[in-house]
């Protein structure tokens, strides 16, 4: 699912602006509308994060790019049934579409990959959930931690989810750890079609922005490494190790497609510096005293080599099964690491 590209609010907003023109009687504003993707009705509503899936799935995704099997288990993760035991240890996965294993199937994953390359068994939890921002993570995190105690958690940060987190409201515990996302224009019909108001992003600075030096969306990062201040806690005091990783976008490559992020000119846009959001994230952890794999430079001198080639769809922009067993090559090292060293 293409993460709310300005390409889709734009087609929604000339509806819209078409609807209060041409067939909104006048002096009633138009009903809104809404960025959706019909073949997805695979969500239902949550009171702690907005959505999540369904439990019990299977339906196949078609788009122009490539054809994906989902299934979903008892509990809704994009998995088989999973059983809760300490005889194997846990490996727990979080993130987004990435890590969800958006184009790919399930043994075609970054995190299944790992699993079969660790060289011991290990119980592989995948929890990556297409369009989830940060501080929904987080709360799904803490759900699974307690669920599966792994020993070790791998996340993924994509640094255009940081836009994402723009109109979502929190509630805390009295110690002010999160526990809920809301957000009032995001929606999931009766059908299970997540929907997202077309609206939703307005005022938070187009992806451009984020690339672009300056205090621009500042209020948005700070809330980004605050989620990263509680997201590191989480796993500490859980007493998993933590791999954390940041995923790069498809313009951080040679030939990358800036339609991907909103920009449709025939030439990229100028003074924007595409390291700049994996700078900043790397900062917040090594604030923290956390190692954070920047997966940018190992996959650009895999793809410099000429060994490798086609790492995301050019269209929709997530990794193909051949950038996943990439990832899973060159994150393996460091969670078979981490594995060792737990107890």
């Keep these: 699912m293409k993460p709310l590209h300005s390409i889709g609010i734009a087609v929604a907003v000339a509806l819209a602006i078409g609807a209060v023109l041409f067939g909104a009687p006048l002096g009633k504003p138009p009903p809104p509308s809404y960025d959706r993707n019909e073949q ?52 727990l996965f979080v993130g987004d579409a990435f890590t969800f294993g958006w184009g790919v199937a399930e043994e075609q994953r970054f995190s299944d990959v790992i699993g ?31 669920r599966y105690r792994p020993k070790v958690v791998v996340q993924d940060f994509y640094w255009m989810y940081t836009r994402l987190l723009y109109g979502h409201a929190y509630a805390r515990a009295p110690d002010g750890a999160l526990q809920a996302v809301l957000d009032t224009k995001i929606d999931v019909d009766g059908r299970g079609v997540v929907r997202f108001r077309s609206d939703k992003m307005e ?32 796993v ?10 940041l995923t790069p976008a498809g313009i951080e490559f040679p030939g990358g497609s800036w339609a991907t992020v909103g920009w449709l000119e025939k030439q990229p846009p100028v003074d924007v510096d595409v390291d700049l959001p ?16 920047n997966m940018a430079a190992p996959m650009r001198a895999e793809v410099a ?37 737990q107890p």
């Excluded at 938070?204 to 809330?223: E, F, H, K, M, V």
């Excluded at 500490?236 to 990783?245: D, E």
């Excluded at 995301?312 to 099964?321: A, F, L, R, S, V």
């Design 40 to 91: 997805l009705a695979m969500s239902r509503r949550d009171a702690r994060t907005i959505w999540r899936y369904r439990p019990d799935l299977n339906f196949t995704y078609t788009s122009p790019e490539f054809t994906m099997p989902v299934r979903t288990n008892d509990e809704g993760l994009r998995s088989a049934p999973l059983v809760a035991s300490d005889d194997v240890p846990t490996i």
């Design 236 to 245: 500490r005091a859980s007493g998993a190790a933590y791999v954390p990783f």
């Design 278 to 293: 994996a700078a900043r994230l790397a900062g917040m952890f090594s604030r923290r005293g956390v190692d954070v794999v």
């Design 116 to 146: 079969r390359r660790l060289g011991q068994p290990a119980r592989i939890v995948n929890g990556g959930h297409w369009m989830y921002s940060f501080d929904q993570q987080l709360v799904l995190m803490k759900e699974l931690i307690a």
């Design 305 to 341: 080599s000429g060994k490798v080639s086609g790492l995301y769809y050019p269209q929709d922009g997530h990794w193909t099964p051949q950038g996943h067993d990439l990832v899973a090559r060159i994150l393996t090292p460091y969670v078979a690491k981490a594995l060792a060293r």
């Design 203 to 234: 005022g938070a600075g187009d992806w451009i922005s984020y690339l672009r030096p300056g205090t621009q969306n500042a209020d948005l990062w700070q809330r980004t490494e605050d989620l990263v201040d509680e997201t590191i806690r989480t």
